[in-house]
């Protein structure tokens, strides 16, 4: 599994029409609005960097309004917020 970060910097007056179509791409797992230098993190999720370079250099550029992105790549997950919510399914609440 590749994780990565695509860092965004959008027209300001479109970052939630580009948020939404953001989050309806097959393999982008999160968005957020966020302060500082950028305006919107994705998050993707896909099996192999080939899907990540399409999902990256092709669906989501391919959205108007993006003026400027950086990708970065997870090398390792340290939260175990996933892990254990994953452990957790079907579980019952004590």
């Known amino acids: 599994m590749v994780n ?9 007056t479109q970052i ?6 953001l989050s ?5 797992a999160e968005v957020y609005s966020v302060s500082g230098r950028f ?4 998050i993707i999720r896909v099996a ?10 092709h669906d989501m550029l391919s959205i108007q309004g993006i003026t400027h992105s950086e990708t970065m790549l997870a090398f390792r997950a340290y939260s175990r917020h996933d892990l254990e ?3 957790s399914i079907g579980a019952e609440a004590i």
Do not use: M
Not at 6 to 12: C, T
Not at 16 to 21: F, G, L, N, W
Not at 24 to 28: F, G, I, Q, T
């Open 4 to 12: 990565a970060f695509v860092l965004l910097s959008v027209e300001r």
């Open 16 to 21: 939630e029409r580009i948020a939404d179509s």
């Open 24 to 28: 309806s791409l097959p393999h982008v």
């Open 39 to 42: 305006d919107i993190v994705a």
């Open 48 to 57: 192999d960097v080939e899907t990540l370079s399409n999902v990256v250099t």
């Open 85 to 87: 919510r994953l452990f």
